[in-house]
């Protein structure tokens, strides 16, 4: 048994997840959006479940908290890690995917749901769009389409600042 004796433990276990992905060589997603980050996660499990050894988030653990929670379990280099990543984990307490450090970073929706603390959708795709921040360099953003223009266009303004390679996808075309 070991055991860690730290004053911050919220510190210690950003530090250890840091450290994990560090050691770990393959892929991470990181998915983020007022809604859809489990559905997606569950279809990319979906997918992969027969043919890749994979570290993906479970239930609401998305927040500041379970973010790096999971981060730490990278440390096993599975083949796949799928993180979702809450507004809560993107905040200015600190952006947890500067801890992740994904190699792809979806964002599925910006909805209304912070709009009490952020108070527009502008601010809110703002907040989402710090999960680029963390985002290796040249690695790939996905985008949903059907996001409102003017939520999209900050989302493309900030993703473009790490890398050129963004894709779409939409229900509509």
């Known amino acids: 048994n070991v055991s860690i004796l730290a004053e911050n433990s919220f510190a210690c276990l950003t530090t250890i997840a840091l450290a994990a992905r560090k050691k770990m060589r393959n892929p991470v997603i990181a998915i983020t959006g007022s ?66 450090q994904p190699d792809v970073a979806i964002v599925t929706s910006i909805g209304e749901a912070h709009l009490s603390t952020l108070h527009s959708t502008e601010n809110i795709a703002l907040f989402k769009a710090r999960i680029f921040d963390g985002l290796r360099n040249g690695r790939l953003v996905i985008l949903n389409k059907n996001i409102q223009k003017t939520e999209l266009n900050v989302l493309q303004q900030q993703a473009k600042k790490k890398t050129s390679r963004i894709k779409y996808y939409s229900m509509k075309d």
Request: aromatic share 4%.
């Open 35 to 100: 809604v859809g980050k489990s559905s997606t996660r569950l279809m990319i499990e979906h997918f992969i479940q027969d043919q890749l050894r994979f570290v993906a988030t479970r239930g609401n653990h998305n927040t500041q908290s379970g973010v790096p929670l999971y981060g730490t379990k990278l440390c096993t280099n599975p083949q796949l890690g799928i993180l979702e990543v809450s507004l809560n984990a993107l905040n200015n307490r600190g952006n947890q995917s500067l801890t992740i």
